[in-house]
């Protein structure tokens, strides 16, 4: 089974070549054909690598299953019986995380890391489309840069001697919200216990979110930050200033932002609810 897909790979010779499109237009990778492109011999190994980026996922607030849903399949054995095993239907961002976790000593892999990244960038949106966007829609794609930033900055601030995370992100809170928790932000918004406060901002609350999530990984770089305290410390710095200059043009306190009346996952949802009705036959589930 491996010789097959790894002689398809190789004359493809690109990650677009393994991509598959499913029934309703959506990319996926196979996590068995990318174990093969990014040279990995062992799944037990490239499973690891799998696990790690599931974790890494898990911390920018996406959900695993959605990224990684497992599928079963049959793998023929040597002695004419089969045998079901697993794989995962990997969306871009899991592949994303994947590279980003694999054994960075392989060409390949660096190869991938590049791809990844410059697929997902030309999915961004020039401001022109932006524009004219419904509020919705502003949120979602808000939504999705938040999610990439939040990765990003969690990667540094581990390099900057990050082990607490949860009190690190409240350290940017408190600064961008006048001293509320995450906690204090949900409970004012009436959420649900863990319910995620990002999912229930407004596209103008979000990108206030992101400038500081993208100014403090910058900070964090740019003096070289080494210990947990001083990251927690300059988290906090950044939000002051990001609330600071929304005060100085005159804008809306994050905390006076509208809560939408519904979740970006119940929006989701919906929107799912549609594509059932649009496309009910031959659904991959």
Same mark, same amino acid.
């Given at each position: !089974? *491996? ?10 010779? =690109? ?13 996926? +990778?196979?996590?068995?054909?990318? !174990? ?6 062992? +799944?037990? *190994?490239?499973? $690891?690598?799998?696990? #790690? ?21 049959? #793998?023929? !054995? ?12 990997? *969306? ?11 054994? #960075? ?16 960038? $030309?999915?961004? /949106? ?5 524009? $004219?966007? #419904? ?5 979602f794609y808000q939504r999705n840069l938040t999610r990439k930033g939040n990765y990003s900055l969690n990667q540094t601030a581990k390099n900057a001697g990050v082990k607490n995370f949860d009190k690190f992100h ?7 919200? *006048?001293?509320? =928790?995450?906690?204090? /932000? ?14 229930? !901002? ?22 070289? /930050? ?18 600071? =200059?929304i005060k100085r043009l005159g804008g809306a306190m994050p905390e006076n932002c509208p809560t939408p009346r519904k979740s970006l996952k119940e929006l989701e949802k919906e929107r799912r609810k549609l594509q ?10």
């Amino acid at each position: !089974m *491996n010789k097959i897909i790894n002689k398809n790979i190789k004359k493809n010779t =690109t990650f677009e070549g393994i991509k598959h499109i499913d029934e309703n237009g959506y990319e996926y +990778w196979c996590a068995r054909e990318l !174990m093969i492109a990014l040279e990995y011999s062992k +799944w037990e *190994n490239f499973h $690891k690598v799998i696990k #790690s980026a599931m974790v890494a996922c898990e911390n920018s607030n996406y959900n695993i299953v959605e990224c990684f849903p497992e599928v079963r399949k049959t #793998s023929k !054995m040597p002695n004419g019986g089969v045998k079901k095993i697993l794989d995962y239907k990997l *969306n871009r961002y899991a592949c994303y995380l994947i590279v980003q976790n694999a054994d #960075s000593r392989k060409e390949v892999v660096a190869l991938g890391q590049t791809y990844f990244a410059i697929q997902t960038r $030309k999915q961004e /949106i020039l401001k022109e489309q932006y524009d $004219k966007l #419904s509020e919705d829609e502003k949120r979602f794609y808000q939504r999705n840069l938040t999610r990439k930033g939040n990765y990003s900055l969690n990667q540094t601030a581990k390099n900057a001697g990050v082990k607490n995370f949860d009190k690190f992100h409240n350290f940017g809170y408190k600064g961008l919200y *006048n001293g509320e =928790t995450a906690d204090d /932000i949900a409970k004012r918004k009436g959420l649900r216990y863990r319910e995620d406060i990002l999912d229930n !901002m407004g596209s103008v609350e979000l990108a206030a979110n992101l400038f500081r999530i993208t100014q403090t990984e910058q900070k964090l770089e740019r003096e070289d /930050i080494k210990t947990e305290s001083d990251a927690n410390k300059t988290h906090y710095e950044v939000g002051k200033e990001v609330r600071n =200059t929304i005060k100085r043009l005159g804008g809306a306190m994050p905390e006076n932002c509208p809560t939408p009346r519904k979740s970006l996952k119940e929006l989701e949802k919906e929107r799912r609810k549609l594509q059932i009705k649009e496309y009910p036959i031959g659904r991959i589930q």
